[in-house]
């Protein structure tokens, strides 16, 4: 048996200063500007509610809707670049992308009363697509530098690559892990407050197998509509077990797993497929129902896009090592 005692490190940035500073936040969920009176410390739920976002498209005729969270790459010594992760489906045939985000009070904490409205236009050309799975990224480095020179600062909380698994902590997980996911499906979120829906379940296929051949695995609840692009988290408060055998008690474990992007739907003859999330509630013209199963990409994946990046021009901080290659 292996006992672990509860222990984080949190890394904090702040754009202003350029600088990154150990605070005591969530591991791999860096806060936005640091504050010199310091609020009461969230928890890292609480944290979780500020690192995804609504994305959203309407011309009148149309409307689409999905999910994103918020992704910090090439992090190191104080330098990064930020992104929004989601679904290719999610962004493909958005002409312009708009969301809202929690503005920062005086003292540094999140002000979901007062939000602020981004509206990214051209966006056709503004997303980077993965060249080989259903996953896209939104540069935003620039962007969010000028939100946050605006006097009304946004309230983000980023993801690295400290929180996705390596390989080795891949195969250490079990074939049923509890998991955490938070979106926007449909019109389940409080939109008055900019705040998603939280979702506990469990895999439903082993997360560190294939699924058929793919980095995919399945989820043991239902995709509805706007939930395409979701973060899946491991999530223990209360210890864990791996497959090795080691017990951990009393520790916390918090690791981004994989993204949601599609549903297994079932139709009127029985037969049952992977597809593609819905990002409207507009029906397909074929009859089909979903199941209580959903299905992930492997967060391992992601990491891919930073040699995407590089091939676009990304320079990488002088000694990181890009863990895709």
Known sequence: MILHRRSFLFLSSSLLAGRVHMTTTSPGIAPTAASAQSPPPMTITEELMYSTVRLSYSDGANTMWGTGFFFSFFES???HV???????????????????????????SPNSSSLLDVLMP?????????PLTDLAIIPFSSKFAELNAAPNKPFVRWLNQ?????????????????????GFPGAIWDDVHNLPVFHRGYTASPPYVDFKGNREFLLDFTTWPGASGSMVLLYNDQGWVDRRGNTFLGSHRIKLIGVVYGVATQDVSGNVAIQNGPISLVGQGKMSVPTNVGACIRSSRILEFESVMVSQGYKPPVGYVIRSN
Do not use: Y
Request: hydrophobic content about 40%; aromatic content about 6%.
């Open 77 to 79: 010594g104080g330098t």
């Open 82 to 108: 930020l992104a929004i992760v989601t679904n290719k489906h999610v962004v493909s045939g958005m002409k312009t992308c708009s969301f809202r985000l929690a503005s920062t009070n005086a003292d540094g």
């Open 122 to 130: 051209n966006f056709e050309t503004a997303w980077i697509p993965h």
């Open 162 to 182: 400290s929180l996705i698994p390596t390989t080795d902590e891949f195969s250490q997980l079990n074939p049923v892990e509890q998991v955490l996911t938070l």
